[in-house]
C-alpha cells in the first residue's frame, strides 16, 4: 500500500510530499490492585501524510497533512491528496527545501514486548506497599514501533524502537481522610529501579499530603526543584536556543553570546543527544527526515548551536539542523548535600507548572511542599511559585548528580534564588 501511495503523490502534481508510516505493535495491561482486570494485544498502522504546493508563481510556499486511514482504497487515498494539495494552496510561507538524503544510523532496536510488559508486572508487585499507603491501580501499554518516512527528495529510512508507558493511581490512608495520587512514566523499556524510587515517592507524597499546613507567605524565598517539573526550566534553555524562535524574534538568544550579563550561580550546559539509556526518544533521524547527532546547544552559559525544524532552519542557512529528541543538561558545581543547607521552599507537587519560552515567566500552585528551616521540616500546600528565568539565570544552582526523566536528564536538584512564594496562609 505504501508504495502505491508515493506513485499516487508522483502522479498527483505536488511540488513536494512527506509520508510517514508508524506500525505500532505490542501490550496493553489494566490492573486492579494487583489484580489483572482485563489485558489486549494491540497491532496498529497510522499513515500520515503532508503536500506541499508553490504558489503565486513561486512566491509562496504552503502546506497541509492528513491521516490515511490503514483500510483505505486506493481511490479514497488519491482524492485525500487531491484534497491536501488545495488546502495547501490556502497556507502562504516562504518556500524552503525538503530535507535531502544524508548518512545517518537510524535505530533498529526490536522489543521483545511480552518480556517488557513482564518486567513492569513484575516490578510492580515488588512494590514495599504499607497498611496506608498501596496501588490503587496501574495501566500499561509496551509497543514496539517500525516507523518509514519518505519524502520528495529521496530520503527513505526506516526504524524500530521500543516506546513504553505505564499510569498507576496510589493511595495514602490516614485518620480516615484518604487521597489518589496520579502518575504517568514514560520510557523505552522498563527502568525498574527509577519506577519503583518514584512510586516510592508517590507514596510518601501522598502519606505527607493528608498532615499539610498551608504554605507561609514568605515573599521572597529560595525554591528547590527536586522532581520532572525541574525539566520544564531546563526546556526553557532548549526552546530559546531554537530556529523558529530567533527567526520569528521571540528570542534574542545568538550564538556566542552569554544568556545574561554577570552571571554569580551555575553556569549551564545543555547538549542534544541522539540517545539517552531507556529514553523512548531515542532515535537516528527527527520526524522530517534529518539525521540526529550529539552536539552542544549551550556551553557555560553560551549559545552554541541553534537547531530545529526544517522550515525556520532552512530560513537561517542551517542546513544540518534537526528537531532534538533526547536532551542532558549539567554543570552543577554543588552536591545534593550542599544544595539542602539553610532555609528554602522544596517544591514536589504542582497543579500547574509552566514556564513561559517568551517571556520567561514562571508559574505554578503549590500541592505540596515541603518548608526547610534548619533542622524543622514542615509538609506545606496551597499557595504558588513565581518569578523570571530572566532573573534566575544569573544566580542560580544545580547538583552535580543527575536524573532523569524519559528523554531528559538533568541536575536532580535546581534550585532557583529569590522566588515569590505567595502564601496559602
Not at 503532508?50 to 504558489?55: E, G, S
Not at 483505505?72 to 524552503?96: C, G, W
Not at 551555575?266 to 550529539?294: H, K, Q, W
Amino acid at each position: 500500500m505504501l508504495e502505491q501511495i508515493v506513485s499516487l503523490l508522483k502522479e498527483s502534481g505536488v511540488h513536494a510530499w512527506e509520508l510517514s508510516d508508524v506500525q505500532n505493535r505490542g501490550w496493553e495491561f489494566y490492573f486492579i490492585r494487583h489484580a489483572l482486570d482485563q489485558n489486549r494485544a494491540k497491532n496498529v498502522e497510522h499513515i500520515q501524510i503532508k503536500v506541499y504546493q508553490l504558489i503565486e508563481d513561486g512566491k509562496f510556499m504552503g502546506s497541509a497533512s492528513a491521516e490515511l486511514p490503514p483500510t483505505a482504497t486506493l481511490e479514497e487515498a488519491k482524492k485525500l491528496i487531491s484534497d491536501l494539495a488545495y488546502r495547501a494552496t490556502l497556507v502562504k510561507n516562504r518556500p524552503y527545501p525538503l530535507n535531502p538524503p544524508r548518512a545517518g544510523q537510524p535505530m533498529t532496536d526490536a522489543s521483545d514486548t511480552a518480556a517488557i510488559a513482564e518486567d513492569f508486572i513484575r516490578t510492580m508487585r515488588s512494590l514495599p506497599e504499607t497498611e496506608n499507603e498501596d496501588v490503587n491501580s496501574y495501566e500499561i501499554f509496551v509497543s514496539d514501533k517500525i516507523r518509514r518516512f519518505l519524502n520528495s527528495e529521496g530520503v527513505d529510512i526506516t526504524e524500530r524502537y521500543p516506546d513504553s508507558m505505564i499510569e498507576v493511581v496510589v493511595n495514602a490512608r490516614r485518620d480516615g481522610h484518604e487521597i489518589e495520587l496520579y502518575r504517568n512514566f514514560t520510557s523505552g523499556s522498563c527502568d525498574s529501579e527509577a519506577l519503583k524510587r518514584d512510586l516510592g515517592k508517590a507514596m510518601a507524597y501522598g502519606r505527607d499530603r493528608l498532615v499539610t499546613r498551608p504554605t507561609p507567605n514568605l515573599e521572597k524565598a529560595d525554591v528547590l526543584f527536586s522532581g520532572s517539573d525541574a525539566c520544564s526550566i531546563y526546556e526553557y534553555f532548549v526552546d530559546r536556543c531554537n530556529a523558529a524562535m530567533i527567526f520569528r524574534k521571540l528570542s534574542d538568544w545568538t550564538v556566542g553570546q552569554p544568556i545574561a550579563e554577570d552571571i554569580r550561580g551555575d553556569r549551564v550546559n545543555v547538549y542534544a543527544r541522539r540517545t539517552l539509556p531507556n529514553s523512548s526518544r531515542n532515535r537516528g533521524f527527527d520526524a522530517e527526515g534529518a539525521p540526529i547527532r550529539d552536539t552542544a546547544l549551550l556551553e557555560e552559559s553560551v549559545p552554541k548551536e541553534i537547531l530545529g525544524g526544517r522550515m525556520f532552519a532552512s530560513y537561517m542557512g542551517l542546513e544540518n539542523s534537526f528537531n532534538p529528541t533526547n536532551i542532558e543538561v549539567s554543570g552543577g558545581t554543588k552536591t545534593e548535600e550542599e544544595l539542602r543547607r539553610g532555609s528554602y521552599l522544596e517544591a514536589v507537587e504542582f497543579s500547574d507548572f509552566q514556564v513561559d519560552a517568551m517571556t520567561g515567566d514562571i508559574f505554578g500552585e503549590i500541592r505540596l511542599g515541603y518548608w526547610h528551616d534548619g533542622d524543622t521540616v514542615t509538609p506545606v500546600s496551597g499557595g504558588s511559585v513565581s518569578g523570571s528565568m530572566l532573573d534566575f539565570v544569573k544566580d542560580f544552582s544545580m547538583s552535580v548528580e543527575q536524573a532523569q526523566y524519559d528523554s531528559m536528564r538533568i541536575p536532580a536538584l535546581t534550585l532557583l534564588k529569590n522566588v515569590t512564594v505567595t502564601g496559602a496562609e
